[in-house]
C-alpha cells in the first residue's frame, strides 16, 4: 500500500499569504497525484489531477507540482474562501490512498 | 448535471449490517467506474471499494475486504454497498464517488451516508 504523508498537519496564513502543501508517497505514484479540497459538513472537491493538472472550474490560483513521491500544492494568494482542508490522494493502482491532510487556517 | 445521491445509512449494532446505496444521473452510468470512500468523524478520506462499468472489475480496501461487497445495477443506475460484520471503527460518512468522467481522480462526489456503529 503506498502511504501518504502531509506535511503541516496545520497551516495558519492570512489572506493573501502564498500556501505551500507537501505530500510525500512512500512509493513512486509517478503523476498520478491529485488534490481535493473540503470544507466542513461538505465532501471533498477535486482541485488538482495528475500531479498539475487543473479540474474544471478551479481558479489559478491552485497550482500542484512534483512527480515520483514529492508533490506540492500552492496557492498563489489565499481567499476567505479557501480556508479547508486539503487531501492527496494516488491512483497508481488500484489500492489508491489518501494523505491525512493539511488543515490551512486563518 | 452529475448528480450522486447515497442513501441507506442509519445506527446499527456491533456485528450487524446494511446495505448502501448510491443513485446516479447525469452520465451514461454504464460507462463509468464508480467508488466507495468513507470518513471517519473528523478523520481522513479511506478509499474503501471499486466496481468497473460492466461490474467485471471490483477492487477492495484491505481493510474492509471479506466484509464489504460493492455491487450495481446499470438498469436503475444504482450501486450499492452491503456492508457486514461491523465494528465501531466502521462508523463514518460514506461517499459514492465517480471517476473517469473528466479525469481518473474522483470528479465528483455524492453528499455521503452516515453509519453508526454502536457497541
Known amino acids: 500500500e503506498v502511504v501518504l504523508t502531509q506535511s503541516p498537519a496545520t497551516l495558519s496564513l492570512s489572506p493573501g499569504e502564498r500556501a505551500t502543501l507537501s505530500c510525500r508517497a512512500s512509493q513512486s505514484v509517478s503523476s498520478y497525484l491529485g488534490w481535493y479540497q473540503q470544507k466542513p459538513g461538505q465532501a471533498p472537491r477535486l482541485l488538482i489531477y495528475?500531479?498539475?493538472k487543473r479540474a474544471t472550474g478551479i481558479p489559478a490560483r491552485f497550482s500542484g507540482s512534483g512527480s515520483g513521491t514529492d508533490f506540492t500544492l500552492t496557492i498563489s494568494s489565499l481567499e476567505p474562501d479557501d480556508f479547508a482542508v486539503y487531501y492527496c490522494q494516488q491512483r497508481s493502482n488500484w489500492h489508491l490512498t489518501f494523505g491525512g491532510g493539511t488543515k490551512v487556517e486563518i | 448535471e452529475v448528480q450522486l445521491l447515497e442513501s441507506g445509512g442509519g445506527l446499527v449494532q456491533s456485528g450487524g449490517s446494511l446495505r448502501l446505496s448510491c443513485e446516479a444521473s447525469?452520465?451514461?452510468?454504464?460507462?463509468?467506474?464508480l467508488s466507495w470512500v468513507r470518513q471517519a468523524p473528523g478523520g481522513r478520506l479511506e478509499w474503501v471499494a471499486t466496481i468497473g462499468g460492466s461490474g467485471e472489475s471490483i477492487f477492495y480496501a484491505d481493510s474492509v475486504n471479506g466484509r464489504f461487497t460493492v455491487s450495481r445495477d446499470n438498469s436503475k443506475n444504482t450501486v450499492y454497498l452491503e456492508v457486514a460484520s461491523l465494528t465501531v471503527d466502521d462508523t463514518a460518512v460514506f461517499y459514492c464517488?465517480?471517476?473517469?468522467?473528466?479525469?481518473?481522480?474522483?470528479?465528483?462526489w455524492g453528499r455521503g451516508t452516515l453509519v453508526t456503529v454502536s457497541s
Open positions: 495528475d500531479a498539475s
Open positions: 464517488a465517480l471517476s473517469g468522467l473528466v479525469t481518473f481522480h474522483f470528479d465528483f
Open positions: 447525469g452520465f451514461t452510468f454504464s460507462n463509468y467506474a
